[in-house]
C-alpha cells in the first residue's frame, strides 16, 4: 500500500462513476438556477411573474428535498438492494421528473417534478459515490479521487449553466427541462452498460462491504456484521456528526451566496453591477458557470496538493482542518460582496468584484466538500457507510431550508453592506474555532 497505492492510476470504474455524475450534475445545476429565474422572471419576458423570495424560495426546496432523500436510498442501499440498481432506478426516477417540468405552466407540474427528482437523487447520489469509494484500497487515495470526482461533477453544471440554460432564451424554459431529462435516461444507460467496469463494487448492500482501508481483517462473516459498534467506531460516527453540523452553515451560507448575485446584482433584476463585457451582457447564470469553472481546474490541483502533504511525515491537512479553511474562505466571500456595495455608492460594481467573490466561494466549497465523502469512507463503519453517506447531504436540506428565509430578512435591511458583512464576520468566526477544536478532534477519530 502507501506510496505504491497512490501512484497506480485509477480504475476505469472511476471514470464510470464520475461521468455519471457529470450528467446529473448538469441537469441539477441547470434546473436549479432555471426554477429560480423562471419563477421570478416577468411573464413577458417568459417568465411566471412571481416574486424573488418566491423564486429563491422554489429552488431551495428543489435543492432542500433532493439533499434529505439520501439518507433514506443510503438506508436501502446499506441492506436491501444493490447499490447499483439504486443507481440506475434513481437516474431514471429524476429523468421522469424532468419531463414533468417541461410540461409545467404553474408550479404544480414543478413540484411533481421535484418529488420525482428528490427520490431518484435519493437512490443515485450517495450510492455511487459509496461504489466509487469502494473501488480504493488505502486511504491516501481517496482524498484525490474525490477531489478529481468533484471536477466531473463541475464540469456538467458549467455545461448546464454555460450553454444548456442559453437555450431558455432561445427556445423556451420548458424546453430546457426536456433537455435536462434526455440527459438522466442517457445516464442510466452509461451506468448500466459501465457497470461491468466496477469489479465486486456496489453488486451487494454495502454492510457486505469488507473494504481494505477500514479493516485488514478477512471479510467479516454474519455474526461479526451484527456486533455493536465498538467505542472508537461510535466516536468516529459523532466526529462526522459534528463535521455534518458545521456543514449546515457552510451550505446555508454557500447557497445564499446566489441570491445577491441574482437579484441585488444580477443583470436581470437589479442595476448595482456591471454585467457588460464589451457588447456582450453576461448572463447572471455565468455566476454558476464561475462556480464550476473554478471547481474543474481546482479538483486536480487540491487532488495534487492532498497528495502531496498526504506523504508529509506529519501527514495531510486533518478533514477538520480542510473544513475550517473552507468556512473562513466562504466567510471572506461574504466581505468582498459587502465591501462591493460600499465601493459602488450609488452606482455599479465592477464584474470583477463578482468574479473575486465567486472564486473565493469556489475556492471555499473545494477545500471543503469532496473531502466529506471521503472522510466519511475513511472512518464510517463498513456496515453504516450508506446511511452515513445520506447523512452529509441531510445537512444540505436544512441549509436550504432555511436560507430563504434568511434571504428574505436580508433583503428587508436597508444597509446591504452591513447585513450581508455580518453574516460574513459569522462564518469565518465558525472557522477559527473549528480549527482551534481541531487537535482534538483529531485524537477522537485516530484512536
Known amino acids: 500500500m502507501g506510496e505504491t497505492a497512490i501512484q497506480q492510476k485509477r480504475p476505469f470504474g472511476f471514470y464510470v462513476c464520475a461521468i455519471g455524475f457529470t450528467f446529473e450534475r448538469c441537469a441539477f445545476y441547470t434546473v436549479k438556477y432555471l426554477v429560480a429565474i423562471w419563477l421570478a422572471l416577468e411573464v413577458a419576458k417568459g417568465g411566471l411573474g412571481m416574486s424573488t423570495s418566491a423564486g429563491a424560495a422554489m429552488s431551495g426546496n428543489f435543492v432542500a428535498w433532493t439533499y434529505i432523500t439520501p439518507l433514506i436510498g443510503g438506508y436501502v442501499a446499506d441492506h436491501w438492494i444493490s447499490p447499483r440498481l439504486c443507481v440506475i432506478i434513481g437516474a431514471i426516477l429524476m ?26 437523487t435519493g437512490l443515485f447520489k450517495g450510492n455511487i459515490s459509496g461504489i466509487n469509494g469502494a473501488l480504493f484500497h488505502s486511504q491516501e487515495e481517496l482524498d484525490s479521487a474525490f477531489s478529481i470526482q468533484y471536477s466531473f461533477v463541475n464540469i456538467g453544471s458549467f455545461i448546464g449553466t ?44 454495502f454492510k457486505h462491504d469488507a473494504r481494505e482501508y477500514i479493516t485488514e481483517d478477512k471479510p467479516k462473516t454474519a455474526k461479526e456484521e451484527n456486533k455493536p459498534l465498538t467505542s472508537i467506531e461510535k466516536k468516529r460516527v459523532g466526529a462526522i456528526v459534528l463535521v455534518t453540523f458545521f456543514s449546515i452553515i457552510f451550505w446555508m451560507v454557500w447557497y445564499l451566496t446566489y441570491m445577491p448575485m441574482y437579484f441585488h446584482f444580477g443583470p436581470d433584476f ?19 458557470s464561475l462556480n464550476a469553472l473554478t471547481c474543474i481546474v481546482l479538483g486536480p490541483i487540491l487532488a495534487g496538493v492532498w497528495t502531496k502533504l498526504a506523504k508529509r511525515p506529519q501527514g495531510d491537512l486533518s478533514m477538520f482542518k480542510k473544513t475550517a479553511l473552507g468556512m473562513t474562505l466562504l466567510g471572506i466571500s461574504f466581505l468582498i460582496m459587502a465591501a462591493a456595495d460600499i465601493i459602488r455608492g450609488n452606482g455599479q460594481a465592477s464584474l470583477i468584484w463578482i468574479v473575486v467573490v465567486g472564486v473565493l466561494m469556489s475556492l471555499g466549497e473545494m477545500v471543503f466538500s469532496p473531502l466529506g465523502n471521503s472522510f466519511i469512507n475513511k472512518f464510517s463503519p463498513a456496515k453504516l457507510l450508506g446511511l452515513l453517506l445520506g447523512l452529509w447531504p441531510l445537512a444540505v436540506f436544512f441549509a436550504t431550508k432555511i436560507y430563504p428565509t434568511l434571504f428574505n430578512f436580508l433583503s428587508a435591511q436597508e444597509n446591504f453592506a452591513l447585513a450581508y458583512g455580518i453574516v460574513g464576520a459569522f462564518v469565518v468566526a465558525c472557522g477559527v474555532v473549528l480549527w482551534v477544536m481541531s487537535k482534538g478532534l483529531d485524537n477522537l477519530t485516530n484512536e
Open 270 to 288: 437589479g442595476n448595482n453591477a456591471n454585467w457588460m463585457i464589451g457588447s456582450f451582457e453576461v448572463p447572471s447564470s455565468y455566476f454558476d
Open 95 to 120: 429523468g421522469i421528473g424532468y419531463l414533468c417540468a417541461w410540461q409545467a405552466t404553474d408550479t404544480t407540474l414543478i413540484w411533481i417534478m421535484i418529488i420525482f427528482v428528490s427520490i431518484g
Open 162 to 205: 454555460t450553454f444548456i440554460v442559453l437555450l431558455a432564451r432561445t427556445v423556451s424554459y420548458n424546453f430546457v427541462f426536456l433537455v435536462c431529462g434526455i440527459f438522466l435516461f442517457v445516464d442510466a444507460l452509461w451506468f448500466m452498460f459501465g457497470s461491468r467496469f466496477l469489479g465486486n463494487a456496489g453488486k451487494k448492500p
